[in-house]
């Protein structure tokens, strides 16, 4: 009888997952931060450089395929998660043209210094993948900004009311749109293949599916919660019918050439926004997504680096992506609140917020990973480029706004799901 390695790879998984989040913790950064590291542990660099024989054993290509499947589950699930929870912040309407400000220069002014930097990149694209899109993909991975570890970092401080908060939060969801829509138009043009028609055909495929999801799912929906869970908690039929349409629309999005979880995001923005039901998801879906899920996600993030991009001209690569990256998010972010009336160090503060990547950021690099746009190593150094990126977020706040305002970090206030809101 052949046996898997299935269960052995998810003791190792979580245990390196829940060892590293405990030590981040520790000095202050959001476990989510340790999770991911503890993928970059997992793969080739570290663990498969100490323990070659028993690395290989263990996570042989042939046994990974049961592990991409849990992972895209859980990514399907977590991304879900994080459509029911995109709200409006409070006073965000009288707000919109502030965070628009903010939202739109924190995703253009990493865009254009993406679309620079990409001639110098582009050698470390996998062959035959024109410059056009890979130049348009690194613009998109550049933009993103982690909105639930934003929210996090938020409310860490304290500071989910204030102003500023108010203002990054706005400005991050409107950011994070503008920069999916991005990369499904990228994924949209690579994936097409025969040109033209295939994009547009892709193209009316998402809007026809998001007319679907918001004239004829979301009021269906709405009449069933209304119905059947009044109270907020959904039955075990319920959250069947609720995680029926998730699945259906990112299998949708997955048919039309677009990664599945741009399908469950959208379905969950159409229910309707209800923080007992948000509540009651986060305790039946998202524990577990984030517990045993996500983690497999990032050891299998980890197992597609490479050492080579640690060494020579790669090296100046990963410097080069790094500096794009914090220059275009802290510059661009800090233009718009600059603009929408804050002083410079609030500004400041806005910026840095808006560099938090996470695991949004490893989300559109598997994405242009799967879809072929980068290689190993390109995908090697846009992760450290997330990590790195996330970890600065708390000190370079606390930097901006000086040692009075800046709280400190590390403190998880009661009634937060456990350990672990990821962007």
Same mark, same amino acid.
């Given at each position: 009888?052949?046996?898997?390695?299935?269960?052995?790879q998810?003791?190792?998984?979580?245990?390196?997952?829940r060892?590293?989040?405990?030590?981040?913790?520790?000095?202050?950064?959001?476990?989510?931060?340790?999770?991911?590291?503890?993928?970059?542990?997992?793969?080739?660099?570290?663990?498969?450089?100490?323990?070659?024989?028993?690395?290989?054993?263990v996570?042989?290509p042939?046994?990974?395929?049961?592990?991409?499947?849990?992972?895209?589950?859980?990514?399907?699930?977590?991304?879900?998660?994080?459509g029911?929870?995109l709200?409006?912040? *409070?006073?965000?309407?009288?707000?919109?043209?502030?965070?628009?400000l903010?939202?739109?220069?924190?995703?253009? &002014?990493?865009?254009?210094?993406?679309?620079?930097?990409?001639?110098?990149?582009?050698?470390?694209?996998?062959?035959?993948?024109?410059?056009?899109?890979?130049?348009?993909?690194?613009?998109?991975?550049?933009s993103?900004?982690?909105?639930?570890?934003?929210?996090?970092?938020?409310?860490?401080?304290?500071?989910?009311?204030t102003?500023?908060g108010?203002?990054?939060?706005?400005g991050?969801?409107?950011a994070?749109?503008?920069?999916?829509?991005?990369?499904?138009? &990228?994924?949209?043009?690579?994936?097409?293949?025969?040109?033209?028609?295939?994009?547009?055909?892709?193209?009316?495929?998402?809007?026809?599916?998001?007319?679907?999801?918001?004239?004829?799912l979301?009021?269906?929906?709405?009449?069933?919660?209304?119905?059947?869970?009044? *109270?907020?908690?959904?039955?075990l039929?319920?959250?069947?019918?609720?995680?029926?349409?998730?699945?259906?629309?990112a299998?949708?999005t997955?048919?039309l050439?677009?990664?599945?979880?741009?399908?469950?995001?959208?379905?969950?923005?159409?229910?309707?926004? *209800?923080?007992?039901?948000?509540?009651?998801?986060?305790?039946?879906?998202?524990?577990?997504?984030?517990?045993?899920?996500?983690?497999?996600?990032?050891?299998?993030?980890?197992?597609?680096?490479?050492?080579?991009?640690?060494?020579?001209?790669?090296?100046?690569?990963?410097?080069?992506?790094?500096?794009?990256?914090?220059?275009?998010?802290?510059?661009?972010?800090?233009?718009?609140?600059?603009?929408?009336?804050?002083?410079?160090?609030?500004?400041?503060?806005?910026?840095?917020?808006?560099?938090?990547?996470?695991?949004?950021e490893?989300?559109?690099?598997? &994405?242009?990973?799967?879809?072929?746009?980068?290689?190993?190593d390109?995908?090697?150094?846009?992760?450290?480029?997330?990590?790195?990126?996330?970890?600065?977020?708390?000190?370079?706040?606390?930097?901006?706004?000086?040692?009075?305002?800046?709280?400190?970090l590390?403190?998880?206030?009661?009634?937060?799901?456990p350990?672990?809101?990821?962007?």
């Amino acid at each position: 009888m052949h046996h898997s390695p299935l269960l052995l790879q998810l003791v190792i998984i979580l245990l390196t997952a829940r060892a590293c989040g405990l030590l981040l913790r520790h000095v202050g950064q959001p476990p989510v931060i340790g999770e991911m590291a503890a993928g970059l542990l997992l793969g080739p660099i570290v663990f498969g450089a100490w323990f070659p024989g028993f690395h290989a054993t263990v996570f042989a290509p042939e046994s990974l395929p049961g592990l991409a499947s849990l992972a895209e589950l859980g990514l399907v699930l977590f991304m879900f998660i994080v459509g029911v929870e995109l709200r409006a912040p *409070d006073g965000v309407k009288a707000q919109l043209r502030s965070a628009g400000l903010v939202g739109v220069a924190s995703v253009l &002014v990493p865009m254009a210094l993406g679309f620079a930097a990409s001639p110098l990149l582009h050698p470390y694209a996998p062959d035959g993948v024109a410059l056009a899109p890979f130049a348009l993909f690194m613009a998109a991975a550049m933009s993103i900004t982690a909105f639930p570890i934003l929210a996090r970092i938020l409310k860490e401080r304290g500071m989910t009311h204030t102003p500023l908060g108010r203002l990054a939060l706005g400005g991050a969801a409107i950011a994070d749109v503008l920069a999916w829509i991005m990369l499904a138009l &990228v994924v949209a043009l690579v994936g097409a293949g025969d040109g033209h028609g295939g994009f547009l055909r892709t193209i009316a495929g998402l809007a026809i599916l998001a007319a679907v999801v918001f004239v004829l799912l979301r009021p269906l929906y709405a009449w069933l919660l209304r119905t059947h869970a009044a *109270d907020g908690v959904p039955s075990l039929m319920v959250l069947a019918a609720l995680l029926i349409g998730a699945f259906a629309c990112a299998a949708a999005t997955e048919w039309l050439g677009v990664h599945a979880v741009f399908g469950a995001f959208l379905f969950g923005a159409c229910l309707p926004r *209800d923080d007992r039901l948000l509540g009651s998801l986060i305790e039946r879906v998202e524990y577990l997504a984030i517990v045993v899920l996500m983690p497999i996600f990032f050891a299998l993030a980890g197992l597609s680096t490479t050492r080579d991009a640690f060494t020579g001209a790669a090296l100046g690569a990963m410097l080069l992506i790094l500096a794009v990256a914090v220059v275009g998010k802290v510059a661009g972010g800090a233009a718009g609140a600059r603009l929408s009336g804050l002083g410079w160090r609030e500004s400041f503060a806005v910026g840095s917020l808006m560099n938090a990547r996470a695991l949004m950021e490893l989300i559109v690099i598997k &994405v242009g990973l799967d879809a072929g746009i980068i290689g190993q190593d390109l995908f090697t150094m846009l992760l450290v480029m997330a990590i790195l990126t996330t970890v600065m977020t708390g000190p370079l706040v606390s930097l901006s706004l000086g040692r009075r305002a800046a709280q400190a970090l590390g403190t998880v206030p009661a009634g937060e799901p456990p350990a672990q809101r990821g962007g």
